[in-house]
């Protein structure tokens, strides 16, 4: 089983629209949890990170599960300039040195 | 301005021939990495400083040597570079090494052995 594993997508959806995506990791001692954006050929950007309570940035929300080890991303009124490969991030010991990404998610938003 | 700059952008290179990607932060980062990323396989690291002379190997470390003489500077070195050696490099810096410090990167070296 992958550390980290995401639903690759493509996900089209259309303008306005909600769209969630979910991300399963296997360490159960994982410690922080964020979630970045890399557009096509690009370097990946911080979105958010992800609190155990669940945070909102704008029309982003993102939340954590420890019990079933999985963290949500949640986009509502979706716009064109969203799409892009969202990139689920687990840090396994508590350092940036152990940092583990997932595969990736891409959202196409169309007209 | 605030950035991770790495070069070359692209590289094309043969079987053999000793290359150094470079990576230059100025913000002063404790914390730098690098990462290849392969369709598939998500990014991966390969090494990694928690500052000044300290280096450690990541997940794929093999055919690559890294060091860091200076707090800015963290090059990544192929002295013997093969095809599986292609693929997009990413170099990365963080304030500190703790949990919830985010990574800033650069923008890419597309890497390609023949």
């Known amino acids: 089983r992958k550390e980290v594993e995401q639903d690759p997508g493509p996900f089209n959806v259309p303008e306005g629209a909600t769209v969630a995506f979910n991300c399963t990791y296997s360490n159960s001692a994982s410690q922080s949890f964020f979630w970045y954006r890399q557009d096509c050929r690009k370097e990946p950007k911080l979105l958010m990170s992800v609190y155990s309570s669940g945070n909102e940035d704008g029309r982003f929300t993102a939340q954590l599960n420890r019990a079933s080890q999985y963290i949500s991303l949640l986009i509502r009124d979706s716009k064109l300039s969203d799409s892009a490969t969202y990139l689920c991030?687990?840090?396994?010991?508590?350092?940036?040195?152990?940092?583990?990404f997932g595969t990736g998610t891409r959202l196409q938003v169309t007209l | 301005e605030a950035q991770v700059t790495q070069n070359p952008r692209y590289l094309i290179t043969v079987t053999g021939k000793k290359l150094t990607v470079t990576c230059s932060q100025n913000?002063?980062?404790?914390?730098m990495s690098w990462y290849r990323q392969d369709p598939g396989l998500g990014l991966r690291q390969i090494y990694y400083?928690?500052?000044?002379?300290?280096?450690d190997k990541g997940d794929v470390p093999e055919g690559y040597k890294v060091s860091r003489k200076e707090k800015r500077n963290f090059p990544l070195i192929l002295e013997s570079p093969s095809p599986n050696q292609t693929s997009l490099y990413f170099c990365?810096?963080?304030?500190?090494?703790?949990?919830?410090?985010?990574?800033?990167f650069g923008n890419g070296t597309r890497l390609t052995v023949t």
């Open positions: 913000m002063n980062h404790e914390y």
């Open positions: 400083s928690m500052n000044v002379e300290v280096t």
């Open positions: 990365a810096s963080s304030l500190w090494t703790g949990k919830n410090s985010p990574l800033h």
């Open positions: 991030v687990v840090n396994k010991n508590g350092t940036a040195s152990k940092l583990t």
